[in-house]
């Protein structure tokens, strides 16, 4: 008899801030990503950053303001940290939910002559991902975004996230051992190399890359 998938626990409504339920079922990543894993990134992992985040921000402006008007304004600002570093992770982790399909996914046109114009082929920008996901130094994120009119895959320390420094996230790859432990234990590698492939949302891509379009 299998054991039941541990269920991820709803967010209490302690705050402005709540968790977003995922975009799919916990056991729909597998078998690249667990329904357990899963079960902790989310429901005990985000839920945690988003938990502290109301309590940082309670009684003050930022509790009126919408989550990433939180990550610019506290970015940078040493006395912030806390409510910085909590509201990214929360910003940060629901894009990357968003940035996983369990359902294969294409770019449109225009993204993919981007990819083309920018990196060769798209086969070469999943390479580079992989391998900056892979390298990155401790935790954090491996990013494709579009900056000054150019696609770049960038990476980011701890909670910090390009969206607080004018770039526009077209998907991310999270990088802390918390996405892939249990699963891999310490080979990042493996979980990097097959989220690139298999389950990154292409057309979730071609949406944000389309809105940073418009808005240049
Ligand atoms: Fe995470």
Redesign the pocket.
């Known amino acids: 008899m299998t054991k039941p998938a541990l269920r991820a626990v709803p967010s209490a409504p302690s705050g402005p801030f709540t968790l977003p339920p995922l975009p799919y079922p916990e056991s729909a990543l597998e078998p690249v990503i667990s329904a357990r894993t899963l079960s902790f ?1 989310q429901g005990k ?2 839920k945690a950053y988003i938990d502290k985040l109301n309590a940082a921000v309670a009684g003050t402006p930022y509790a009126e303001m919408d989550l990433l008007a939180v990550v610019k304004k506290t970015c940078g600002r040493e006395a912030k940290k806390s409510i910085f570093n909590n509201a990214a ?1 929360t910003w ?2 629901t894009f ?1 939910w968003h940035s996983l399909s369990p359902a294969k996914t294409e770019m449109d046109k225009k993204l993919s002559a981007a990819v083309t114009g920018d990196f060769g082929s798209l086969e070469a920008l999943q390479q580079l991902l992989t391998k900056v996901a892979t390298e990155h130094f401790g935790s954090g994120w491996a990013w494709l975004v579009v900056k000054d009119g150019k696609l770049q895959v960038v990476d980011t320390h701890d909670a910090d996230t390009p969206a607080a420094h004018g770039a526009t996230c077209l998907l991310t790859v ?1 990088v ?1 051992e ?2 892939y432990y249990l699963d891999r234990q310490n080979d990042r590698n493996a979980y990097a190399e097959a989220v690139v492939k298999k389950l990154l949302n292409w057309s979730f891509a071609s949406d944000n890359f389309a809105r940073a379009q418009a808005s240049a």
């Open positions: 990134h992992h985000h992770q940060n982790h990357y999270d802390w918390h996405a």
